[in-house]
């Protein structure tokens, strides 16, 4: 698409590139901080483009950060690049096929968020050199969004102190400006430990771990109908201490993921949890200890930069996708439910229409009522520094977050369209930021008021360590 503005034709000069990358990252899908094939692309780009590159920050081994310009403002635009577990598919495929039986695969489009946030932080860099302005642009390529909130480490080790602004998108069905709803969360294992006997001999010895996780289950269940009604809680048995049914588990585990609407809330909803494991274990006889894991914010509004951004966006208009894409996306929504499309339109504010397989409208600001939301690590950086993040077309309507219909979509054309869209809409954001200090002053000012009389507390204690598994420690 060629567009008199000239940021959007440094954007278009480098889509070959940049599509290049996001295909790469596709191939080569990787979980939380194992992603070092992922972040070497990143990094070779940045380097090769011209920015400064910092790898392993925040003490992240797969952690990138690469900056261009002087003086002036600094703008943060935010990639991912991190995969998920058992989504390996092949691409392009309207059928569950997968490349390998449970490999990984990018069920939420993190091959397109990285690779376009650093379309747009490039086509920036290039802006400012061209026109010898002052400014600086960073990208942040951040591993383990997906659970491992590198972003929270990021904001805790000082990296975000110096930025003015940051800007980010995801991958969705629709085009437009996120409502800035999340919720906050909480991964906390909570690990119990009994006493092993015969369970047929000597049951009066034992002391049963896995009782007591049972228990606390139960006991958390009934919380939920006295807990808000936009919280939740989540949870798995990692380690139900064994599969002898003649032993008396002495160990037993549950990782817990609780979330709830604000920082505040989760605190104290955390806490109830809390007390409810430490009952379990006075009910056994047992004990048990609790680990925070990782932990998210939820995200903080801003008015002024979501209609700058929303004013892109009109002023760009939709992504323009062709019959061979739209074709090919309703191939798709031949794999989904009606439930799935309708829940799709519900959640960003429009009107069902049927029979529209790709986006081709711009979502108003602060759509659909903001009930069915997940978390993001966004939501941390947000509290620290003023944030804005956009949704960017790249996958047919309907499609569930984290399926292989998501994978299988994440190589096509109209993936790559809606990817250059949101870099040219997230591009021409930061450099209005950088000519007009005012803008900056606005945003200032409305992030301050938001946050009046509540402190900020990182959802991550100063003794979590990013959980970084053995295998990455090379």
Known sequence: MTNADAIWTLVEAKREIFFGLSDRV????ETNYMEFASADAHAAILATEGFRVARGVGGMPTAVIGEAGAGGPIIAILGEFDA???LSQEAGIAQERPLEAGGNGHGCGH?????????AATAVKDYLAAHGLAGRVRYYGCPAEEGGSSKGFMVRAGLFDDVDIAISWHPAPFAGVNNPVSLACNEIDFHFTGRAAHASAAPHLGRSALDALELMNVGVNFLREHMPSTARIHYAITDAGGNAPNVVQARATARYLVRARSLPELHALSARVSAIADGAALMTG???QSRIV???AN???NTPLEDLMHAHLERLGPPVFDDQDRATAEEFQKTLSAEDVASAFERFGMK???????CDAIFPPESG???LVGSTDVGTVSWVVPTVQMRGATYAIGTPGHSWQLVAQGKLPAAHKGMEHAAKVMAATALDLIRSPDLIAAAKHDHAARLDGTPFVNPIPDDVDPPIPVAALR
């Open 26 to 29: 596709w191939d080569t899908p």
């Open 84 to 86: 998920l577990p058992g």
């Open 111 to 119: 091959n397109l968020l990285g690779a376009g946030a650093m379309m």
């Open 286 to 288: 047992t004990t048990v």
């Open 294 to 296: 990782s932990g998210d």
């Open 299 to 301: 995200l903080v509004g």
């Open 352 to 358: 069902l229409r049927k029979g529209v397989a790709l």
């Open 369 to 371: 009522a903001g009930t």
